[in-house]
């Protein structure tokens, strides 16, 4: 018992040390890079909606972003291409956005030659980890492969992931790579009530429950009068509509029922150090979706 102690106190005493030295985004100098997997949940669109509303907003316009889709991992199912939705969200292909799924050798150069950039001019480079670990492992090892310090890599780049699952369906070589080479921050489960003793509590760090199975959330994002928002959450829609005719099936998520999970947007929360009313959607909808 002394000895499990012991080893508990010295954890907590790591986590506390990795809490204080909390590094803060910096517009003017950081780049944000948002990975989706989109494979086999349709969360991930929902996401990418909610991302495009946030960086949309007045707040985050300055936030130099570039999103990947198809950062999946080892995990079965159905990739959902969302194509259209990243160009309205991101950007134009290969400038705004890159597509892991149909070119990965390509996006791990785009990604690297991005990042490169960015810590050459001593900026940080800011992972959202929406999806799994592995194209953050090659394109990392391409950084250092192609000369870029290690030291400067481990303080540099800050990879954030807030679930178990995206982690367990990581291949196991690739997620220690990157959490030894980088930055790497676990947050609480975004699909879980902000609430420390819950579920998701996966350590130092709170993050809201971007998540709910009320149907009028869709409802009011499609008819909005935030226009972008509104195109964004309907194309999210038709998208899934397309892969499921006859209706999202799983039990497990809230999209069956008509509700929204964006639950991986908690990552950019996190980031931007983003302050909205309480700790859940109805404040996300209120400053970013339904003003």
């Not at 999103?67 to 991101?90: E, H, N, P, R, T």
């Not at 390509?106 to 194209?135: D, F, M, P, T």
């Not at 030291?151 to 990157?178: C, F």
């Not at 199975?213 to 009068?225: I, R, T």
């Amino acid at each position: 018992m002394k000895i499990q102690r012991i080893a508990t106190f010295f954890f907590t005493m790591a986590i506390t040390v990795h809490a204080t030295a909390r590094p803060a985004f910096e517009p003017d100098k950081d780049l944000l890079i948002a990975q989706y997997d989109s494979k086999p949940d349709p969360d991930d669109l929902h996401a990418q909606a909610a991302a495009g509303c946030m960086l949309n907003h007045p707040d985050w316009q300055n936030v130099t972003v570039f999103a990947v889709a198809g950062a999946y991992g080892i995990q079965k199912g159905k990739y959902m291409d969302s194509s259209s939705l990243f160009s309205m969200a991101f950007g134009e292909k290969n400038k705004g956005w890159t597509d892991a799924h149909k070119d990965w050798d390509g996006s791990v150069k785009r990604i690297k030659s991005r990042a490169e950039a960015v810590l050459k001019k001593g900026g940080k480079v800011w992972v959202a980890e929406a999806g799994q670990s592995n194209i953050t492992a090659d394109w990392v090892k391409a950084l250092i492969d192609g000369g870029m310090n290690e030291a400067i890599v481990k303080k540099r780049v800050i990879v954030v992931q807030h679930s178990l699952w995206n982690e367990n369906q990581t291949d196991p070589a690739d997620l220690d790579y990157v959490k030894s080479k980088t930055d790497y921050f676990a947050l609480d489960d975004g699909n879980a009530p902000f609430d420390e003793t819950s579920w998701g509590d996966r350590g130092a760090y709170s993050t809201p429950e971007y998540r709910s199975k009320n149907a009028a959330f869709m409802k009011s994002a499609k008819a909005s009068s935030n226009k972008k928002a509104a195109a964004y959450w309907t194309e999210a829609e038709r998208i899934i509509d397309h892969y499921y005719p006859e209706g999202f099936p799983h039990e497990w998520s809230f999209i069956k029922p008509g509700g929204v999970d964006f639950s991986d947007t908690v990552e950019i929360w996190w980031i931007l150090e983003d302050a909205v009313e309480g700790n859940g959607t109805a404040g996300f909808w209120k400053k970013y979706v339904t003003p």
